[in-house]
């Protein structure tokens, strides 16, 4: 039998477990072996004598648990900042890409996956889910899958879909929509090959229509009854904007949760994206279902579609976690940032919700949305083997140096709140399944430079230039 390799975090500044006690632990230790969280203790709780195959010196470090991203659409990394979608609302930007988008190719899936799991791993992200929903010219979520083996990612891999094209209604064009018949068929053959659902799995499949603006109820149906049939879960878009809304009340004659309910996408193994416009209604029937919202604010400012209620979801009940979104409705990936980013506009939006209220800062505090963007990540993806420091845990964690420039002057008073309020930064360590991929603030499973310069003449060739 191989012996399991064992990795020792030793001494550091703090140690945000994000425990059931959501201790903190100043001068804490833990121990890794074979994937897993073997202990953690706190300050002098180390047994004398401790070794292991290897010793990362936490001292002047924050370790947190690895954070976690609920949504991505990874692709788009190739279209970042294309001027002509620069400065238009949600389906303007999805009519002016999709065209662009028509010409992916299977290297330029594979490329732009890991360019967008670099960038999260940089940023100590350890998990993320990729909304894939468009296959031309052959391309395949097998294409994703294998580059996330490759770099190194905890991965839950979305067998997106649009099967409603523009002659029949939708918003994209026709020569980009799937037969349901293939999509179902397909979808079934990515979960019995990969989609693992044992503990601390690397990888999962779930099925994800794209939206209610470009798949049928039927195919929702069909899609929540083969992924219930087959153990795993179901994501796709609601409620992103006002033009969303529009399109569910004209079209089906209800609002979204309503859809939702109706065609059986609510429920402890769904979770939305943004739901930005989920009313009073919908966030009841959320709560009350166990349906998961990830919450994407730095898309949802970029595209102009409004602040997503997530104070009142978290405080009715509703599983919330952080997701980065599309590279091109972002223009980022960095999932730390994009917790300080949610933070701060929860404040902002509480207050502009009713003037003169005695809402304030307090609304959203930095442990608040750290938890959001670990916990709560875990509990949007239907997992309870990541988000969290304890024992048994997977060994996936992420370490920042407090000693950096970004923190002068605020790490010495607060370490944790630190984190967000003050300018993000990128991991110094960050490790997965007990495996180092980011060592000293350098990507370490794959050779960084040749792999962006290789995504940036794809990027050009997608584009046209």
């Known amino acids: 039998m191989t012996r399991e ?4 975090i030793a001494d550091a500044e703090v140690v945000v477990t994000m425990d059931d006690a ?53 692709f788009q990394s190739l279209t970042r900042a294309i001027p002509a979608a620069q400065d238009a609302e949600l389906f303007g930007w999805l009519k002016t890409l999709y065209p662009i988008w028509a010409g992916l190719t299977p290297e330029m899936v594979q490329v732009s ?90 990888l999962r499949v779930v099925a994800a229509p794209c939206s209610p603006f470009s798949v049928s109820p039927g195919l929702m149906r069909d899609a929540a009854a083969l992924a219930r049939s087959l153990g795993t879960r179901l994501h796709t878009h609601l409620a992103e904007n006002d033009h969303d809304i529009a399109y569910s009340r004209d079209r089906f004659g209800m609002t979204p949760a309503e859809y939702a309910e109706s065609v059986g996408w609510l429920g402890d193994d769904v979770w939305h994206a943004h ?86 800062p307090a609304e959203m505090t930095a442990r608040g949305m750290l938890e959001v963007a670990t916990r709560g990540g875990a509990r949007v993806l239907g997992r309870d083997d990541i988000g969290q420091l304890a024992p048994g845990m997977a060994a996936d964690l992420a370490l920042f140096d407090l000693r950096s420039l970004g923190f002068a002057g605020g790490a010495v008073h607060d370490p944790v709140a630190s984190l967000l309020l003050c300018t993000p930064a990128n991991a110094a360590f960050t490790i997965v399944d007990g495996r180092v991929v980011v060592r000293e603030g350098r990507l370490a499973s794959v050779e960084l430079g040749p792999l962006v310069e290789r995504h940036n003449r794809l990027a050009r060739q997608l584009a046209g230039g």
């Open 5 to 8: 390799r064992s990795l020792l």
């Open 22 to 74: 959501r201790r903190e632990l100043r001068g804490g230790s833990l121990m890794l072996r074979g994937g897993r969280i073997e202990a953690v203790w706190p300050a002098g709780g180390r047994p004398p004598g401790t070794r292991a195959d290897e010793l990362i010196d936490a001292r002047g470090h924050a370790v947190l648990p690895g954070l976690v991203n609920t949504h991505h659409h990874m």
């Open 113 to 202: 996956t890991q360019v967008a799991m670099a960038e999260l791993l940089l940023s100590g992200c350890t998990t993320s889910a990729d909304h894939l929903y468009l296959y031309p010219n052959g391309v395949r979520l097998d294409d994703s899958i294998a580059a996330a083996q490759q770099i190194g990612m905890r991965f839950h891999a979305a067998r997106g879909s649009m099967s409603v094209g523009e002659s029949a209604g939708g918003l994209p064009p026709d020569a980009l929509v799937e037969d349901e018949a293939a999509i179902l068929s397909d979808t079934r053959r990515l979960i019995e090959t990969y989609h693992d659902s044992g503990r601390c799995a690397m």
């Open 275 to 360: 739901c930005v416009k989920l009313d009073a209604a919908g966030i009841a029937r959320f709560a009350a279902t166990g349906t998961g919202v990830a919450h994407c604010p730095c898309s949802n400012m970029r595209l102009a579609s409004g602040i997503a209620p997530v104070r009142r979801m978290l405080d009715a009940g509703v599983p919330v976690g952080l997701g980065v979104d599309g590279s091109a409705s972002n223009d980022g990936a960095h999932l730390l940032g994009e917790a300080r980013t949610a933070m701060l506009l929860a404040r902002v939006g509480r207050a502009l919700e009713s003037f003169g209220c005695d809402h304030g």
